[in-house]
């Protein structure tokens, strides 16, 4: 249900046009319905907003300022202004300019809401309509509307369609304001560091100054009583600093250990390797055992060739040797 009120004089036109056809000939459309409201120079058209239909159109919501001769100005109340708009001559020149619907946005009375609800519209089962009022999640601001035919199911379902599209882009230009913002937030941080050490840096520089011009302006005088105090809480400090469980002793307990965590680096960036005693006991025993094998296989060489010696003496001992006189 609409929540704006009839003095709000909003009035909604749903051109049959693109909106970026209604966008550039945004000032030519406000021009052409002040001429339809008569040109009257005490009356001046406002656009409220834009919004894109289904079915390549688009909704222009305005409002209608009316100036009175004493300076002061209100708004046309909408039911006024609908129901100019809804003459049949002044309808068809809105029709001249591609206006097919023209609706009041003006929230609706108790009586009104009461009425409707009592009575079901034309063509629904009481007990559908019993149901829909049961089934409505918010009865503040909505109402059941019946949808009769396809054509109405397929207006719906193409505005839903419209309306996801518009939360669409929405949502992607929040998202690309939100990396924006993150990388300036970024970009900020950056230089509060940068300032904030720029600013220590001017410290210490602005103390030492002082401190020198103090020097200057203290010079030739005795020391005086809160001078001494200082000397004193200084070296309290100062005390407490050098004392063995205190900041300094802590520090140089730290630099002991870096300097023993760098010695043991280096000592262990030495590559040495270790062989464990069984393992080394275990390779002594097979390079033994290879040893063993080859020497066995040399003394079989040597028995074969003994042999083969032995055989060759034994063939060359076995060949008759032939002779006899020739006459």
């Not at 046309?76 to 609706?103: C, D, R, S, W």
């Not at 009022?133 to 054509?151: A, Q, R, T, Y």
């Not at 913002?181 to 941080?189: D, F, P």
Request: net charge negative; aromatic share 4%.
């Amino acid at each position: 249900m609409p929540n704006n009120k009839d003095e709000d004089g909003l009035v909604a036109l749903v051109f049959n046009k693109k909106e970026t056809e209604i966008r550039s000939q945004q000032q030519q459309l406000v021009e052409s319905l002040h001429k339809i409201l008569g040109s009257n120079q005490t009356l001046t058209v406002n656009v409220e907003g834009v919004k894109t239909m289904p079915d390549d159109q688009t909704e222009i919501v305005i409002y209608v300022v009316e100036r009175s001769p004493n300076g002061t100005s209100r708004r046309v109340p909408a039911t006024t202004l609908y129901a100019h708009f809804e003459q049949a001559n002044i309808k068809t020149q809105l029709q001249q300019l591609g206006v097919t619907l023209t609706m009041a946005r003006t929230e609706l009375s108790p009586a009104q809401i009461k009425q409707l609800l009592q009575h079901p519209p034309a063509g629904v089962d009481p007990i559908i309509w019993e149901q829909a009022k049961v089934d409505n999640p918010d009865s503040e601001k909505l109402i059941p509307v019946p949808m009769v035919g396809f054509k109405e199911l397929l207006r719906r379902l193409k505005v839903q369609d419209q309306m996801t599209k518009q939360h669409q882009t929405r949502l992607d230009i929040i998202s690309e304001d939100i990396s924006e913002l993150q990388k300036n937030q970024t970009t900020t941080m950056a230089k509060i560091a940068q300032y904030k050490r720029k600013l220590m840096d001017l410290s210490h520089r602005t103390l030492q100054v002082l401190i020198k011009q103090e020097i200057q302006r203290k010079s030739g005088y005795a020391i005086q009583a809160d001078e001494e105090q200082l000397r004193v809480q200084l070296d309290t400090i100062q005390c407490e600093l050098n004392a063995p469980t205190q900041f300094k002793g802590r520090l140089n307990e730290l630099m002991s250990q870096i300097r023993m965590q760098n010695h043991f680096g280096a000592v262990r960036s030495e590559e040495r390797y270790y062989i464990d005693a069984d393992l080394l006991q275990e390779i002594k025993q097979h390079l033994k055992q290879q040893q063993e094998g080859l020497s066995h296989l040399i003394s079989i060489i040597k028995d074969d060739l003994e042999d083969i010696k032995l055989i060759e003496h034994g063939l060359n001992e076995s060949i008759p040797v032939r002779g006899g006189v020739f006459s």
